[in-house]
């Protein structure tokens, strides 16, 4: 995680170094051209201030998803990204231009906050009380249209795509042994 966010870091001090001509690489909604840019769009923001604030929750809570395996992280970020980044594509204004790891800092709060309750496990579900406990009033206000220079659809998309993911990656329940 630690990675993850220095070449966040990384990217942005490229972008303000060329005139954030990386900028190019985001969302901008309903533009079939910018639909590769899901991807990249991601680990690209709008100033270090932006990258600032989704640095800490984003090593938090990327941490904490991590610690059920790289493989499963991998798949469950991918899921959430690809989301995320089709959702806002989909329901952002017309032409908006959306950056950022807030998306992911959603889905990932979204896939603790249900992972735990979909798998049945006591630790998951302490988990998911102390994510929703620590964050969720944070998270549910971003959630709203209170600021136009904040793409609560993102956030949206990201939650919802951060629900799925946990749905889709639960871990069977093992099954009892009948005679």
């Given amino acids: 995680m630690l990675g993850w966010v220095a070449l966040l870091w990384a990217l942005e001090a490229v972008d303000y170094a060329t005139g954030h001509a990386l900028d190019a690489y985001g969302i901008v909604s309903r533009d079939v051209a910018t639909l590769p840019h899901v991807l990249p769009a991601a680990f690209l923001h709008f100033g270090f201030g932006h990258v600032a604030s989704n640095s800490i929750p984003l ?84 959630l709203l249209p209170l600021d136009p220079t904040i793409s609560w659809q993102g956030h949206l998309c990201g939650l919802v795509a951060g629900v799925a993911a946990a749905l889709f990656h639960r871990r069977p329940a093992p099954r009892a042994l009948t005679v």
């Fill in 59 to 142: 090593l938090a809570l990327g941490f904490i998803t991590a610690l059920s395996g790289i493989r499963r992280f991998l798949m469950v970020c991918g899921v959430i990204m690809l989301g995320d980044g089709i959702g806002t594509w989909l329901i952002s204004p017309s032409n908006a231009l959306t950056l950022g790891a807030s998306g992911i800092v959603y889905g990932l709060f979204g896939y603790l906050l249900v992972r735990g309750f979909v798998e049945r496990k006591v630790l998951g579900i302490a988990v998911s009380v102390a994510v929703a406990a620590y964050y969720g009033s944070t998270m549910f206000l971003g």
